[in-house]
């Protein structure tokens, strides 16, 4: 049977060490892969981002990917976990993480997870700037729509 | 019906919720857009660039061909950049 995926939307920044010490393999994973996407600075002028959501969609569409990836990769443990709200550069914006026993299951989830998040979790950024202005929406990437797109071909 | 907006839609509609009766013959989402866009400058301000906006049922991502029979909430939003 499939992992229970651990699913996570909050305003408060993510404890990166809390996160990894709750991932529970009981000493079966021989693979531990963690992505942190984190708030660029954008060249100094960036003050904050600025991270609106669908309050219940977004866990569920998470949810779902993480489910997804739990289904397709043998993984002893998925967890995502995302912010929303006011993110200052440095600060960690999402968090993901995969163990297996052997590290190719753990990469390969981890990534699929990650890019399934920033094409169809409904999160928006806005740039907030240092100047005082409140910048524009950040705009999607195509880019963004290939690597998820890639994943319908794996397995 | 419940409309709720996210974003750049939300901000140039000027509302982030509304409830709706829908007029009859409004069966899919790409009817409801094109009908939401005749209420005022700002609908069709924010909808104008119909195909690039991304509708969610009760939640779960739809497309513009779906029905919206029987939907209690349909939320309008730009491309998602998360993460």
């Known amino acids: 049977m499939a992992v229970e995926p651990l699913v996570r939307v909050q305003a408060g920044p993510i404890d990166l060490g809390a996160e990894i010490a709750a991932l529970e393999c009981d000493g079966a994973a021989g693979a531990l892969v963690t992505f942190t996407g984190t708030c660029r600075d954008e060249g100094g002028r960036l003050e904050a981002l600025e991270l609106e959501h669908y309050p219940g969609m977004a866990e569920s569409e998470i949810a779902r990917f993480a489910a997804e990836a739990a289904r397709r990769w043998d993984l002893l443990a998925v967890a995502a976990v995302h912010r929303y709200g006011r993110v200052a550069p440095g600060e960690t914006i999402v968090f993901v993480a995969c163990a297996s026993v052997h590290r190719a299951a753990a990469f390969e989830a981890a990534h699929f997870l990650m890019d399934y998040m920033k094409t169809r979790a409904p999160f928006w950024k806005r740039e907030h700037l240092k100047d005082g202005t409140v910048g524009g929406w950040v705009e999607s990437k195509d880019t963004d729509d290939h690597a998820a797109d890639r994943w319908r071909h794996v397995l | ?83």
Do not use: C
Request: hydrophobic letters at 45%; glycine letters at 8%.
């Open chain 2, 1 to 83: 019906m419940k409309l709720i907006y996210f974003a750049w839609v939300r901000e140039r509609i000027g509302m982030a919720e509304e409830e709706v009766e829908l007029p009859a013959g409004i069966e899919t989402v790409s009817d409801l857009l094109h009908w939401l866009r005749g209420r005022g400058e700002n609908y069709e301000s924010a909808l104008q660039a119909q195909d690039m906006i991304r509708v969610a049922i009760d939640k779960e991502h739809s497309d513009h061909s779906d029905a919206v029979a029987g939907a209690k909430e349909i939320a309008l939003f730009p491309p998602m950049t998360g993460g």
